[in-house]
């Protein structure tokens, strides 16, 4: 059995601030004049013994709104209430799962529509389908053939954006600033159509950097970065399996499935949500080996009010066995036996992380964001925050607001932090308290 969940676990999964402020505003037991929670079968995996949690909350009209939550079994979480909102969770989700958490429901198997609901999902669950079989296509040859005119244009495309690159060093940077977003616009339309299309979106993203104080410095570093990406590109067949694999996703290339998969106890070190573009959102958890080592980035994506994906809780020990993709360290979770609440992970000093970032560098030189873990570290502010190990190495943080909070997180005392390394400083995601217990900075 799985620990309860955490406050932080629940708002996690809101889709959105708003979502979350509306929450808190209905989390309070006088606005549930029913709720509780189901247990589960002995045996299963679910967090605090809980199947499903359930309650009944008052709204505007005569009938309350019925909330429920399904925490285990095939895609769970998973959500249903009768209010009218088209946010997964709703508010009322997860004002009721708040509650849960904080102890505030007591153990009852619910009403007659909670019954329902968890029929349907089981016997969806149960129905028989007939599995997606990847298997060779139809015809080999015409696959194989559309493949290599695909890696033909995407040559081609980054033979066109060097010589760009040649000329961009040749006549100055000055121009850059001058002509704006329309100048990386096109060079990206041209990459769209020659199929590099993850190149096409760091191309446009130049155009944020010309905003910076420094960006001189910068656009020549990202000019330097583009130009060894084409370099490898056109090397790919002569580069080692991971870095070529790198290669070929930096670039917009699919890559195969995942070619291998292992099981470790993982150390979940911290949750960064990010924004994608087109109103899709992005979340990005840190895992760690406790056994092999291993790092692995669990991603998921959401359009609009669609919840993120939270497939492992920060703070927490997985027993799982997850699928490794040949690049970038993504993973997806295969199969799942347990997940605990631990203390805080393994860290070490600021040179030890800094030689982790070089040895992932080593491997995708175009990496932006790398997690690191320092142990007995402090935070200082000299001309702005900073992370200090007992050597008194340091490292920037990004974000200036972290700065308190970790202060009084820690008290002035030493800390372990989880962050992502960025080339800008350090991201915040996680720090364990006197007590062990982890805190969501980000």
């Known amino acids: 059995m799985s620990e309860r969940w955490t406050t932080d676990d629940v708002w996690a999964l809101a889709p959105d601030a708003s979502s979350r402020r509306a929450a808190t505003k209905i989390a309070r037991p006088t606005s549930w004049p029913r ?27 005569a009938k309350p709104y019925q ?55 089981t016997a969806k669950a149960a129905a028989p389908t007939t599995p997606k079989k990847a298997g060779p296509p139809a015809d080999p040859e015409a696959a194989a053939r559309r493949a290599r005119q695909r890696e033909e244009r995407v040559a081609e495309g980054l033979t066109e954006f060097q010589t760009w690159l040649t000329d961009q060093i040749g006549t100055g940077l000055v121009d850059s600033r001058r002509r704006g977003y329309q100048k990386w616009d096109t060079v990206a339309a041209r990459l769209v159509d020659a199929q590099a299309g993850r190149l096409a979106e760091r191309v446009r993203a130049l155009s944020g950097v010309i905003t910076a104080a420094d960006w001189p410095d910068r656009l020549l570093t990202e000019y330097a970065l583009l130009h060894l990406l084409c370099v490898g590109y056109r090397r790919r067949d002569e580069l080692p399996a991971g870095l070529g694999a790198a290669v070929r996703a930096r670039v917009g290339l699919p890559l195969p499935d995942p070619d291998e998969t292992v099981r470790d106890h993982w150390y979940v070190l911290g949750r960064h949500d990010f924004d994608a573009g087109q109103r899709v959102r992005g979340r990005r958890i840190w895992l760690r080996g406790r056994d092999t080592g291993r790092t692995a980035a669990l991603l998921s994506f959401a359009h609009g009010g669609r919840a993120l994906d939270t497939p492992a809780r920060v703070g927490t ?63 200082a502010h000299d001309d702005g925050w900073w992370i200090v190990d007992p050597s008194g190495d340091a490292l920037p943080l ?45």
Do not use: M
């Open 35 to 61: 709720l509780g929670w189901r247990a589960a079968e002995p045996g299963t995996d679910a967090p605090g013994g809980a199947a499903a949690v359930w309650g009944e909350c008052k709204g505007s009209g």
């Open 317 to 379: 020990l997985l027993d799982a066995d997850l699928a490794l993709h040949p690049a970038e360290n993504r993973a997806v979770v295969a199969a799942r036996h347990a997940e605990q609440r631990v203390g805080a992970p393994p860290g070490g000093s600021v040179a030890d992380a800094l030689d982790d970032v070089s040895r992932a560098l080593a491997d995708d030189p175009w990496r932006d964001v790398w997690p690191v873990v320092l142990a007995d570290a402090v935070v």
């Open 67 to 121: 909330a429920a939550a399904h925490l285990v079994g095939p895609g769970a979480p998973a959500y249903r209430c009768s209010c009218p909102s088209r946010k997964f969770p709703c508010k009322h989700v997860l004002a009721l799962l708040s509650l849960w958490a904080e102890g505030e429901a007591a153990e009852d198997a619910g009403p007659d529509w909670l019954d329902e609901w968890l029929a349907k999902r």
């Open 398 to 442: 990004l974000v200036d607001d972290a700065g308190w909070k970790l202060f009084s997180i820690s008290g002035g005392r030493g800390l372990t932090a989880a962050g992502e390394w960025t080339p800008d400083g350090l991201r915040p995601l996680t720090v364990w308290d006197a007590r062990g217990r982890a805190v969501p900075v980000a």
